[in-house]
């Protein structure tokens, strides 16, 4: 059994943890430098316990892991960067959040975050919607003076919740396709599971970490936290209108959408056939982020005594600080990707698939086991779908709800080899700390609430 042990992959994850931890947290080496160190050291693992791992791939293959985690996040994370300073700094941001203020009132605050954040989720994706809210979290607290986690945490379990169980967001959509689940009633059922999840990780654990852990508004992305400060003191008649406020967020929105609204409906519509090409190039987040950064650029031109180079120079700070994000992320990326060519996913499959747990229990297991491994939630749930598709004609209950399942189990626990980890904490402005508490700790809410809200749901109305 020992040897079993000691050439598992169980025992480079055990490794990989504790070399992460040393590096980051005792250590306390910079991020970038801690994580690309750390994949380094478990690819040395993969040539010590992988068949055909050889050495001389263990360091291009943290290089193409990291590439391609760049080639993913680099253009829309540097457009973020330019369209958070663009709206913090022009008051563009400032002007929302009192806008959201006269509709719903100051103690509605996080209410306005978390809605927004869980209906944009839907038709963008996870990333795309907290660089947007992200800058609206930042000013509500330069506004209100408090409650930066709240609104750190609602802002998160919208974006989150919606990724994992509501189609057409990717995960969810790919999961149905795999099981062979019908599409309308997908959706249904993850709406319904999707609402009381992010309203338990959202507003119930916000409001409870809210009111223990004080965090400060910090220098992120560029700007201040003075700068913010100011404009949470200027007279909104001096502040961009509500439209031209929003125009960053409903351009990123509406373009994205657009392709997902063709590839969701084509089928039942094939005259949108027709414009396919075009909502593929503009709907691309690439170029929808980088037109909605333009529009943010020239509202932060206009607002602003800068002449044409002083605004130059700063939409460059902005992305000296996106590409330190950028390569935080990807180096994160490349940490789970290396992790995940040790076999760790199919270990832990092989060791759970022939276990006797109910099919909705054992399918959230399965995802949650490897999400913690591997880190990527989408990862988790294709893997999980594919173990779990053959298995459909012996459940009691409509296959929606084993959607629902897998996409609670891969949600969970957040971490250090999690793109989305590093993304919440650089843009944030958080310490690493602070990311636990709140952003890993709420997608593990998430997860556990998602899985007791599938199996109440399919006990009650089985839909069969």
Do not use: C
């Amino acid at each position: 059994m020992a040897i079993e042990f000691a050439h598992s992959p169980l025992l480079t994850f055990i490794l990989a943890l504790v070399a992460v931890v040393f590096l980051l947290v005792v250590l306390d080496l910079p991020a970038f430098v801690g994580l690309i160190i750390a994949a380094f050291f478990v690819g040395i693992l993969n040539v010590v316990f992988v068949p055909d791992f050889e050495a001389a791939q263990a360091a291009g293959a943290v290089a193409t892991a990291f590439g391609n985690g760049m080639a993913g996040i680099g253009i829309p994370i540097l457009m973020a960067a330019v369209i958070g300073k663009s709206m913090l700094e022009s008051g563009a941001a400032q002007r929302i959040v009192r806008g959201f203020q006269n509709l719903l009132g100051e103690e509605n605050s996080d209410y306005a975050l978390w809605g927004s954040s869980t209906i944009l989720a839907i038709p963008v994706f996870f990333d795309s919607v907290f660089y947007l809210m992200a800058p609206l979290a930042r000013s509500m607290r330069a506004r209100v003076g408090r409650d930066y986690a709240l609104f750190i945490v609602v802002v998160g379990a919208g974006a989150a919740t919606a990724h994992v169980f509501v189609p057409p967001t990717p995960g969810p959509l790919a999961v149905a396709a795999e099981i062979g689940v019908n599409l309308g009633m997908t959706i249904l059922v993850g709406i319904a599971t999707a609402l009381p999840a992010a309203f338990v990780a959202g507003i119930v654990y916000g409001r409870w970490i809210n009111s223990r852990l004080d965090i400060p508004l910090r220098d992120a992305m560029a700007t201040t936290t003075e700068e913010l400060e100011e404009l949470a003191d200027r007279d909104t008649r001096s502040l961009p209108g509500v439209l031209e406020s929003l125009a960053p967020i409903l351009l990123a929105v509406l373009l994205i959408a657009s392709l997902t609204a063709i590839n969701t409906f084509e089928e039942s519509v094939p005259a949108l056939s027709v414009l396919r090409p075009y909502a593929a190039f503009l709907g691309d987040k690439n170029v929808a982020l980088t037109i909605a950064a333009l529009a943010a650029a020239w509202t932060f031109y206009r607002y602003n005594d800068l002449d044409q180079s002083e605004w130059a120079d700063e939409l460059t700070e902005a992305l000296k600080s996106g590409g330190n994000i950028a390569a935080i992320t990807a180096a994160g990326g490349a940490f789970g990707a290396l992790l995940a060519a040790s076999g760790v996913g199919d270990y832990i499959t092989g060791a759970l698939s022939g276990v006797g747990i109910p099919l909705l229990v054992s399918a959230w297991l399965i995802a949650a086991i490897i999400r913690i491994a591997q880190g990527s939630a989408t990862a988790a749930m294709l893997t999980t779908a594919g173990i779990m598709a053959p298995q459909v004609p012996e459940l009691a209950v409509h296959p929606a709800f084993l959607v629902m399942a897998i996409g609670a189990g891969g949600n969970i626990f957040s971490w250090y080899n999690d793109s989305g980890f590093w993304l919440v904490k650089e843009i944030g402005g958080l310490t690493q700390a602070e990311t636990l508490k709140t952003w890993t700790v709420l997608t593990t809410i998430i997860a556990v609430t998602g899985l007791i809200t599938t199996l109440v749901f399919a006990s009650v109305v089985p839909l069969t």
